[in-house]
């Protein structure tokens, strides 16, 4: 069966046929507008600039990823409707909509956050030549502890089975992404942070600095990182009051950063797999891709010692998944397409702050 999908939640305006057979998953199309370029200038995303671009690239994005395919065999259409930028959200959902009503296709309304959890699903590694990720909706993974990690959030979630979710723990202020993009600001770096900060930390030694590691003992799964930030705040600017900051400063500045986020996401979630014994890790959203981080995480399941770990299999999004994309809201689509869980056009809406799952008492 056939997918389109549509995802416009924060400043990537993406769209993308999917193929699904069993298992299976073939991308037949992806189109992604990003409009990193265009935040840079402001140090972020401005929510107006935002959702004008979105109105300005969605139908051209929509057009390319649906080319020369036969309407007649799209079977459904899924839109990320939540949570995100309102107006940002609103373009894609009111695209959908419409598209929905004139082709008479159904709607399946998507979260965000469910998105980056099937994105991390997937195993591209096994059919790169031919794109064909493998879902594992046949196969039981769960129950599931996902480290949700992005510029919007920073979330443990356990999920006992298909679109079952519970909220384990949540940033009680920034999130992962945001403290690297804050970051990043205070260095002089360029927007987004999370990028500029991994690519200067490789030559940087992570020691030289001792930043705080918010919340790590707390009894709790939430997560802190306004005061890591505060904290880089003062150290640049006594820093700066000595000397003019070195290179070789600015690199271990930034390595000290990427290994403080790093060692309070690694003890968090190893803490939860402790309680949640789950049976797969699932690790996604954009700070995903940080390479100090995936080669770490991998490092301690492998090597912890707590039997929760022997037989925990880890599922690291693929690296092409891990940013905002369509791709993820088809894969999420599908799910609810076998539940046949649609919505309708008339009264489907956008909602900003949705969470995904009720918080479990820790
Ligand atoms: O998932 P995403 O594309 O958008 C949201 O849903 O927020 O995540 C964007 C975030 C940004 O904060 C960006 O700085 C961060 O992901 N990011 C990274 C890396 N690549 C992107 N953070 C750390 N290391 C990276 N390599
Ligand atoms: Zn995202």
């Given amino acids: 069966?056939?997918?389109?999908?549509?995802?416009?939640?924060?400043?990537?305006?993406s769209s993308a046929v999917l193929e699904f057979n069993r298992d299976q998953v073939k991308v037949l199309s992806l189109a992604t507008f990003s409009q990193a370029k265009i935040h840079r200038q402001y140090g972020g995303v401005?929510?107006?600039?935002?959702?004008?671009?979105?109105?300005?690239?969605?139908?051209?994005?929509i057009e390319k990823v649906v080319g020369r395919t036969d309407i007649e065999k799209i079977k459904a259409i899924a839109v990320t409707n939540r949570p995100g930028?309102?107006?940002s959200l609103m373009v894609g959902l009111e695209t959908a909509?419409?598209?929905?009503?004139?082709?008479?296709?159904?709607?399946?309304?998507?979260n965000h956050l469910e998105g980056h959890?099937?994105?991390?699903?997937?195993?591209?590694?096994?059919?790169?030549?031919?794109?064909?990720?493998?879902?594992?909706?046949?196969?039981?993974?769960?129950?599931?502890?996902?480290?949700?990690?992005s510029g919007g959030h920073t979330e443990l979630i356990l999920m006992k089975a298909h679109g079952k979710y519970q909220l384990?723990?949540?940033?009680?202020?920034?999130?992962?992404?945001?403290?690297?993009?804050?970051?990043a600001k205070i260095l002089g770096l360029p927007y987004p942070g999370g990028p500029a900060i991994s690519c200067l930390a490789k030559a940087g030694?992570?020691?030289?600095?001792?930043l705080p590691r918010p919340l790590l003992s707390s009894p709790n799964f939430d997560f802190s990182f306004s005061g890591l930030k505060t904290a880089v705040l003062y150290l640049h600017r006594d820093l700066k009051e000595k000397a003019q900051i070195s290179q070789t400063q600015l690199q271990n500045l930034c390595a000290s950063i990427e290994q403080a986020i790093v060692d309070v996401l690694i003890s968090k979630t190893l803490k939860a797999i402790e309680k949640f014994k789950p049976k797969s890790l699932i690790i996604s959203g954009g700070v995903a891709a940080n390479q100090r981080l995936r080669f770490q995480f991998q490092k301690a399941v492998k090597i912890g010692s707590d039997p929760s770990l022997q037989n925990l299999s880890l599922y690291l999004c693929p690296l092409s998944l891990c940013g905002d994309n369509a791709v993820m809201?088809?894969?999420?689509?599908?799910?609810?397409?076998?539940?046949?869980?649609?919505?309708?056009w008339k009264d489907v809406r956008a909602y900003p702050s949705e969470k995904l799952g009720l918080k479990i008492k820790s």
Wanted: proline share 4%; with cysteine; charged share 25%.
């Fill in 46 to 61: 401005v929510p107006e600039v935002a959702a004008r671009n979105h109105c300005l690239n969605i139908l051209p994005v």
């Fill in 168 to 183: 384990i723990g949540r940033t009680r202020d920034d999130a992962s992404g945001e403290c690297f993009d804050k970051c």
């Fill in 85 to 87: 930028l309102m107006t």
């Fill in 329 to 344: 809201i088809g894969l999420a689509g599908y799910m609810h397409w076998l539940k046949n869980d649609f919505v309708s």
């Fill in 97 to 110: 909509k419409v598209l929905s009503y004139a082709w008479n296709k159904p709607l399946i309304a998507v």
């Fill in 117 to 149: 959890i099937y994105a991390g699903m997937m195993n591209a590694e096994e059919d790169k030549k031919n794109e064909i990720l493998h879902a594992p909706l046949q196969k039981n993974i769960f129950p599931a502890v996902c480290l949700i990690i």
């Fill in 1 to 13: 069966m056939k997918l389109l999908s549509i995802e416009s939640s924060c400043d990537e305006t």
């Fill in 205 to 210: 030694n992570s020691d030289k600095h001792d």
